[in-house]
């Protein structure tokens, strides 16, 4: 209610201080900037996040894998320049939705012991790099699997219970912002690597039985409380620096579109879900994240973005590294990467989570706010 108050006086304020000195599109601009605060002052007082590297903030650094990324040169660009164990230099489009829902500027790890329920409380991240919704992929990975990541959301339940009370804990879980991002390490850690699950389904029934497991996550989800539900799709996989690297077809080092066409089909296949799921489960708002159209637009016209690099990576040489291959000292690393979309050669750079994250914060996820 203060902060409600607060913003409205805010807005009362500025709006006066700017019809003294007229510009009409400023002021339009500023108002629908501060409608946006005000309204998610309200609405949103939590994030909770589930899924791999793309949404991990360093819950892998308190598990024996190799897929690590908490030492330097990752997070250079974060806060304090400080490695978290972000798959990245800087901050993750989830950080970026938190900061736009007024919430705060970044979203902790779960696992990590400088934070607690009283950090969690406004949003938090259960997310294991490496993971995916088959268990046997994390199983290859040595990574938090995503059952488990449910067994600590409901581990976090009664811890948020005991420190706001049950009713405000379950208005919290309601009004929460629930997202997801997973499925990449499905195919490319497993399915395109392990002989075990092309030897029990084609790939278009793998992508039936993740949609499934992807299904029975959103309602266990619903049980547990959640209402308030963001399921993002695959980035375009083909795309990714490492990928580029060992293309050796007609457009050598292009970006494979088979692949993309993957993430566009089983995003397909997981939208689908989430339409059956938001029909048939009472209450809800849920909507599917894309996240291969807008980062394609990006890959193909950078400079409509203020991007020069998207074909290699600004880690080491760009085109393979990333985890432990990805470190300091390498010469070959580039100083700035504020004009990369790639930061090693599967993860993106804090500046293109941060175009993705305005474009679905004005999209996809106003839908549901
Ligand atoms: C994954 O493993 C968990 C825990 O063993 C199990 O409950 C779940 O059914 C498994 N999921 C699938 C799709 O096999
Ligand atoms: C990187 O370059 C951008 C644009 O030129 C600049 O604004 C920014 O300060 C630079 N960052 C660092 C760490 O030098």
């Not at 007024?102 to 790890?109: E, Q, S, V, W």
């Not at 049980?223 to 060992?246: H, K, Q």
């Amino acid at each position: 209610m203060d902060t409600q108050n607060i913003d409205l006086q805010w807005l009362l304020i500025t709006t006066l201080a700017l019809l003294f000195k007229p510009a009409p599109i400023m002021l339009l601009m500023h108002l629908c900037f501060l409608m946006t605060q005000v309204e998610a002052t309200i609405k949103v007082p939590a994030i909770i996040v589930f899924g791999d590297s793309t949404v991990d903030a360093g819950n892998n650094n308190h598990v024996p894998t190799l897929a690590r990324s908490n030492f330097e040169p990752y997070g250079r660009d974060f806060e304090g320049g400080k490695p978290t164990g972000r798959f990245c230099n800087g901050r993750l489009a989830t950080d970026f939705f938190s900061e736009a829902l007024g919430i705060k500027p970044f979203i902790p790890a779960y696992l990590d012991p400088g934070y607690s329920i009283e950090d969690f409380a406004t949003g938090v991240t259960f997310a294991s790099a490496g993971t995916g919704y088959d268990n046997l992929t994390s199983q290859i990975t040595n990574v938090i699997p995503l059952w488990k990541q449910i067994e600590y959301f409901k581990d976090y339940k009664t811890k948020l219970s005991s420190y706001l009370g049950k009713t405000k804990a379950e208005e919290t879980i309601q009004e929460a912002l629930f997202v997801t991002s997973l499925g990449t390490n499905d195919f490319v850690v497993d399915y395109y690597v392990s002989p075990s699950r092309p030897s029990q389904f084609t790939i278009e029934e793998y992508q039936n039985f993740l949609a499934g497991i992807a299904e029975e996550f959103i309602r266990e989800m619903y049980t547990l409380g959640a209402r308030r539900v963001a399921v993002a799709g695959l980035p375009p996989i083909g795309c990714l620096p490492v990928i580029r690297s060992v293309n050796f077809n007609a457009e050598m080092g292009g970006c494979r579109e088979d692949l993309n066409n993957l993430a566009r089909d089983f995003g397909g296949k997981v939208s689908g879900v989430v339409s059956k799921l938001s029909r048939e489960l009472k209450g809800t708002k849920m909507v599917f994240l894309d996240l291969v159209d807008k980062p394609l637009q990006i890959i193909r016209n950078p400079h409509l973005y203020g991007l020069e690099n998207v074909g290699r990576a600004c880690c080491g040489t760009g085109t393979f590294e990333f985890a432990y291959a990805c470190h300091e000292p390498d010469p070959f690393t580039c100083t700035n990467a504020s004009t990369y979309a790639f930061w090693d050669s599967v993860h993106p750079t804090e500046v293109l989570y941060h175009i993705v994250a305005d474009h679905l914060v004005k999209t996809a996820l106003a839908q549901i706010l």
